[in-house]
């Protein structure tokens, strides 16, 4: 007979980076740019960041849910929903970085903003926006563009 195991706590660690965005208010995709450029724009691999917001809008914490290569981050909804459902988070925006300055949405950017929605759908956490930030300080929103 194998062993049965039982969950009995998830922990999450808590790591204070920066008490900048405590009370940051999402208004707009240039706010959401503006906070994500602070984090991650000056990396050299792709960074994928989620932004975890109450029902007022407010960042209620952040999590990098991936560290991707130069060009490339692969994400799966789990990971970045789980950040969410620890975090007791209403809603999400996500936002990784483009190395090359080029914040132009790919194939795999689309893709995945999608399964992400579809996922968020799922378990009641609605994906508002995915932003695409560059050290340059330019930015793209996906729901601006009509992808979301």
Partial sequence: MQPIFE?????QEIREVSASFVVH????PKNVAELATAY????????FLVMMLNTKNEVVG??????GSLNASIVHPREV???AILN????IIVSHQHPSGDTTPSREDIEVTKRLAEAGKIIGIEVLDHVIVSYTGNYVSMKEKGYL
Avoid at 7 to 11: S, T
Avoid at 62 to 67: E, S
């Fill in 7 to 11: 969950v009995l706590r998830i922990k």
């Fill in 25 to 28: 208010k999402i208004y707009n």
């Fill in 40 to 47: 991650i724009a000056d990396e050299d691999r792709e960074v």
């Fill in 62 to 67: 952040l999590h990098r849910a991936h560290v």
């Fill in 81 to 83: 929903m789980k950040a």
């Fill in 88 to 91: 007791n988070a209403a809603s």
